[in-house]
């Protein structure tokens, strides 16, 4: 599961792209790198720092590929994040094959949050998740 | 971009010369040097990937203000034929799938109601859901919300937003045809509950504007402009809707391409024939998406009009009109000598329909379809008039917006949301937000210069100028 971490918009969990955002995940497994994408992705919306993960939901999914798997993560996510009124903080994600079991916690928008831009979703864009000398990167565009 | 890899067509069309045994269709790009030079080279390598898709119909196109999106660029334009085995595309047409603008036209001038400025960006502030996690007050089921994807801004109307009257300025008079609710996904109606009437975040905005200068009478005449009156516009989309069509069938359209055997030059091109079932799907649920943007926009003109009017007895708002620029669109255009029914994609770009075209609503049809340009909170908007040139030039189409210069991220770099507030405050202009990181992402320096978008519109013969606006206050998203 990822902990809530400093995330600096702008910084190294992010890459450049004119209109959008480049998120970068990373994590010593690829769901870890999955779950650290989550994150800047949330982070482009709220300090995650502030948000009290307080309430949880879950997702599952089957996807063999696993640069579409990132996108199909990310996009549940959000869309989950919409359809419950909450902003999230801590993500898990777990891979058995095809099938892909995960979720997050956080808490509703309150009004002292301090606000980012909204991220409508993600896209095949720079998309690429690989295992480097370091550790696993997932990467790819969000439209915002 | 890199300019020595373009050949110059004339003084405002540049296009990218395939390589020898290259086959692809045409690429053109509009534009001066200058602000082809402020482009991304992945906007030339972005177009040229759009032309290679099957069944283009004339050339893939680039308006002035173009920048690197994903699949197309955005302002990018291009038309596919289904005789033809033309395609449609998910990221052709992005994922705020009709974002567009509706611009409100006042009986009111400046010079008498700039002492209630300050009172009106507090209530429309206040009144606006605007912003990441804002909700609206309207609540809708998914049952309740086929009907707004089935009949668009005609819906919001009947629920007494707005007025009949309304419609008649509303591209396709409110509501596109060939919506299918069913192919919107349950998670897509339920992500949509509370966005219903919601402005969004990013670069939309609401916006009060004086109009500060005339550029051509006779239109400006048509249109009901004149300088010193203050116009509003709303730029906004079809909300998380949308973005979730956008999302699905991003993934279940680059399947269907590798399943149908399409070979695409990169995935986010995500494609089908448009004559496929899978192509077809996408089609349909993209229109209802079009309906949930053009009632959204309904429902936030109802709520401006309610604030103005509740500060400003007096306050009249008519819809001047309403354009989207994020759709594609099944419209009939000559190609080669022969009229063709073609399914256009304008993702970032405007519709703009000459003088004499049936689909520009009569009070306007001698003058042309007005276009509207929207610029950064710092600089202004321009109001242009579609012309009959623009049909051979671009299938009708002109530019949207100033265009990114610079990155989100380089932007964040360089200024800080409260300062940037301050300095406009201190120039008159009021912003309103509750994302001073969004402001500093919005700033007007990370934006090219409208103004030299606007002129590039014109030259290229896209549409000609009417009228600029120079904005007074802005709620941002």
Partial sequence: MSVARSITPGGDDYFEHDADIGVIGRGATLEESFESAAAATFAIMAD???????QSVSLDFEEADVEIALVRWLNLLLALSHEHGLVFRRFWIERDGVRWRGGASGE????????????????????????ERDGWRARCVVDV | MDLSKLKQIDEWTWTVPPAPGEARGEVRLYGSPELLATMDNKVMEQITNVARLPGLAGPAMTMPDAHWGYGFPIGGVAAFDPEQGGIISAGGVGFDISCGIR?????????DVAGELPSLARELSEKIPAGVGEEGDLKLAPEALDDVLARGAQWA????????ADLEFIEEGGRVGGPVPQNVSPLAKKRQRGEMGTLGSGNHYLEV?????IYDEAAARAYGLHEGQLVVSIHCGSRGLGHQIGTEYLVSLAKAATRLN???????LACAPIHTPEGQQYLGAMNAAINCALANRQILTHLTRRCFSRLIARARLETLFDVSHNTCKRESHVVDGRKRLLYVHRKGATRAFGPGHPAVPERYRAVGQPVVIGGSMGTGSWILAGTAESENRAFASAS???????SRHQALKQWRGRELVDQLAAQ?????????????EEAPGAYKDVNAVAEATEQAGLARRVAFLRPKVCVKG
């Fill in chain 2, 262 to 268: 399409i070979r695409l030059p990169d995935r986010e």
């Fill in chain 2, 400 to 406: 949207h917006g100033a265009g990114r210069a610079m």
């Fill in chain 1, 48 to 54: 995650l720092a502030a948000v009290r993960p307080e």
């Fill in chain 2, 103 to 111: 611009c409100l036209r006042t009986n009111l001038e400046l010079a």
């Fill in chain 2, 209 to 213: 504007q004086v109009v500060e200068r």
């Fill in chain 1, 108 to 131: 509703p928008w309150r009004r002292d949050l301090e606000r980012g831009v909204e991220v409508k979703g993600a896209t095949l864009t720079m998309l690429q998740v690989r295992e």
């Fill in chain 2, 157 to 164: 109307v009947e629920h007494g937003y707005g007025a009949a």
């Fill in chain 2, 428 to 440: 008159g202009i009021l912003i309103r937000t509750r994302s001073m990181r969004g402001v500093a």
